[in-house]
């Protein structure tokens, strides 16, 4: 395999991994709060729905973020609702959640569109296009050159190539996605509002007795988590994929909580996990270079799968123990 | 004392919050222009008032009733097994290989043959979630949904690469023998005058999951087991304190579950498509979901709720065929009965509670 093949399939990794990013940080700070999310794949579809919805008519992919934000962050607020102020079982909320957007996107999409669950192709604006960075070869260049982009990139160096297939080229989504890494970090480890929405997954009780609202923080945990699930639906929709089809998730919100048991509820390590299982997914489409390289085929079914595998093991204790949140899953109720 | 008579716990608080899932239900379908009172009556008309319509709806209900148990079991224990969907994936793929390597001389055996492999495999497929749980401490929940994503990509391997006949385009067995047909309700009712049930796929299976129902109310409330099951699940130190392994509890409450769910499949894979196919289940295994949340965990709640979903369904297929209103419904119907029966409970309970011990404020 030549540089120029690995750095394709590494770029697409980054595509596919920015989604689980996302949705990953999500419940990373829902679940630091002590509340288990287990709705991120819903609160990713439904905003993927109506993203792409809103993009469509307004003709503007910002519009349809804020759209589609607004449709992942009502689902959140059912959830802090169902969790945090009736403190009803948390699971039981994430399944339903799941079940509500799954249903209600094709519904509406059927009753909007009329095209089987879906929405209309977007074109132009309405989608999150490629950012060209400075000095990167990117289409204006091969307009310019009247040659196709792929043989501009094919003749750079390796560095311009590395440069401009990797790291330039991406939707304005994907660079937001990793900017919001460590401002993560920095949010939970270095502010006093993330020492608290740690301490209240871990110790809600403490948090109370020190005068400071246990359901506040909670909800604030949740709406966060919702925010980011729905920049995940909208960059699904209008930056990956240009329209919202039915289904079309199609699992990342559990794997994105897989990668978050992976890094075992830390932002830096949610990175790497995402990255990798990105990887797999990039690899999952291109089998063929798997083949060339190890010589060996290897079932497409496999790589699929093999995100869920490394969780259940990771789960299990067997590499490296991942433990959650002490207080995940349980309701806080004062003055027992 | 307790806060409310039983009966409000077992009757008042589904109803109230069925009543509030239909009542978003219907908001849903005014919301999307279409009225709610005409869709009533025509999936009342399509799936209850004709003989092939029950067909239908029994034939969805016994998945239902299987799946449904399923969940109840593991509820009593205070497990959320959320896995029932790959339980049942590889449940087909049991019956299966017993249908097609074994030559069985009539149905009645087949049927007996085919129920083990399922009860097998599924079960196997929920021991490893479960030893995790109860050994390694991973969380049951995470480990059964991540097991559902591997059993299709397990079955989707097998049906593509091993069980496809040669020459066959679509990832499915090959056709099981004439001797594994199992009697649907239209050769078992049907007189020379009247012909019942026309091309609906219920099928004998369904009397297997009424015995399924008998069989899980013995178990819970009728044997030691089943006690042991239920103490655990109200309290796992007192359980450990009368001598209950929470190890065997674990294991064998989602034993159980996972073979009722693997069952179902004798239903959808036996029953009705007569090999196997990729997507047979269907989602049933999270319709179980709803339906032992609206079963209160009772065999009984779980078949009145799982031929209420039957309904659902086959009126939602209904709805498909004669308006623009798309199957999906069925799935916010699912939605919100999950979540009003289930996430919302305390909803409901409390103001119904504070309003009892009024009541009785007042009597006293």
């Known amino acids: 395999m030549d540089f120029l093949t690995l750095l394709q399939v590494l770029d697409t990794s980054v595509r596919l991994a920015t989604p689980l990013l996302l949705a990953c940080l999500a419940g990373l700070y829902s679940e630091r709060s002590g509340v288990v999310d287990i709705g991120l794949e819903g609160k990713m579809l439904a905003a993927a729905f109506f993203s792409a919805a809103v993009a469509f008519y307004s003709g503007n992919a910002w519009v349809g973020l804020l759209a589609g934000v607004g449709a992942s962050v009502a689902l959140a607020v059912i959830h802090g609702l169902a969790s945090v102020t009736f403190r009803g079982n948390q699971l039981i909320s994430g399944v339903a959640i799941n079940f509500l957007a799954a249903g209600m996107t094709v519904l509406v999409a059927q009753s ?52 401009s297939e990797l790291i330039s080229g991406h939707s304005s989504l994907v660079y937001l996605a990793l900017l919001t890494v460590p401002f993560t970090w920095w949010l939970l480890f270095r502010t006093r509002f993330g020492l608290r929405l740690r301490a209240v997954g871990e110790n809600p009780a403490a948090v109370d007795t020190a005068g400071v609202s246990v359901v506040w923080l909670r909800y604030a945990a949740v709406l966060i988590c919702g925010v980011l699930c729905g920049v995940a ?36 390590y949610a990175l790497w996990a995402c990255l990798l299982f990105g990887l797999f997914q990039a690899l999952e489409l291109r089998p063929d270079i798997i083949e060339n390289v190890s010589g060996l085929k290897v079932q497409v079914q496999l790589l699929g799968a093999l995100p869920y595998i490394l969780t259940v093991v990771i789960l299990a204790g067997f590499v490296g123990k991942a433990i959650p949140p002490k207080a995940s899953a349980e309701p806080y109720i004062k003055e027992r | 004392m307790d806060k409310m008579p039983k009966w409000a716990d077992i009757v008042l608080i589904p109803l109230i919050s069925l009543l509030l899932a239909a009542f978003f239900s219907a908001l849903v379908i ?62 087909g793929l049991g019956v299966a290989l017993c249908c097609l390597y074994v030559p ?62 040669v020459g066959a385009m679509d990832p499915a067995s090959a056709k099981f023998p004439e001797a594994v047909h199992l009697p649907t309700f239209q050769d078992m009712f049907s007189t020379e005058g009247s012909k019942l049930f026309r091309g609906a796929p219920a099928n004998v299976t369904f009397f297997l999951a009424l015995l399924a129902c008998v069989f899980v109310w013995l178990l819970m409330w009728r044997t ?8 655990f699940g109200h309290s796992e130190s007192g359980a450990l304190y009368a001598g209950i392994s929470p190890v065997r509890i674990t294991v064998i409450a989602m034993l159980i579950s996972g073979a009722l769910a693997g069952m179902m499949s004798v239903n959808t894979t036996m029953g009705e498509s007569e090999r196997l196919i990729l997507n047979s289940t269907e989602g049933a295994g999270f319709i179980g979901i709803a339906v032992a949340l609206m079963g209160r965990n009772h065999p009984f709640g779980v078949l009145l709720a799982a031929i209420l979903f039957g309904f659902l369904y086959q009126g939602g297929a209904e709805l498909a065929l004669w308006t623009s209103i798309p199957r999906e419904l069925i799935v916010v119907i699912q939605a919100l009965v999950i979540l009003f029966t289930g996430a919302l409970d305390n909803m409901v309970r409390e103001p119904l509670e504070k309003l009892f011990i009024a009541m009785r404020r007042r009597n006293a």
């Open chain 2, 104 to 165: 069985w001389p009539h149905w009645s055996l087949a049927i007996l043959g085919a129920s083990v492999g399922a009860a097998l495999f599924g079960a196997l497929w929920a021991l490893i979630p479960a030893y995790l749980q109860a050994k390694r401490g991973s969380h049951i929940v995470i480990t059964t949904i991540m097991f559902n994503f591997i059993a299709a990509a397990i079955l989707n391997y097998v049906l593509v690469e091993l069980l496809r006949p």
């Open chain 1, 233 to 268: 639906g909208a960059y699904l929709s209008s930056a990956l994929q240009a329209g919202f089809v039915k289904d079309m998730t199609a699992g990342r919100g559990f794997i994105a909580l897989a990668a978050l048991i992976f890094a075992k509820w830390r932002p830096v």
């Open chain 1, 112 to 163: 909007w569109f009329r095209q089987g669950g879906r929405t209309p192709p977007l074109e132009g604006d309405a989608r999150f296009n490629p950012i060209e960075l400075p000095f990167a070869i990117g289409p204006t260049d091969a307009a310019a050159a009247d040659r196709p982009l792929s043989q501009l990139i094919a003749e750079a160096g390796p560095l311009q190539q590395f440069y």
């Open chain 2, 224 to 231: 030691k087991l089943g006690y042991q099951i239920r103490a």
């Open chain 2, 30 to 91: 005014l919301a999307i222009g279409e009225n709610p009172i005409a869709a009533l009556k025509l999936m009342v008309d399509g799936a209850l008032m004709r003989s092939a319509g029950w067909g239908y709806t029994l034939y969805y209900a016994t998945n239902f009733i299987f799946t449904g148990l399923a969940v109840s079991v593991a509820f009593h224990a205070r497990l959320f097994n959320i896995g029932g969907e790959g339980q049942a994936m590889l449940g």
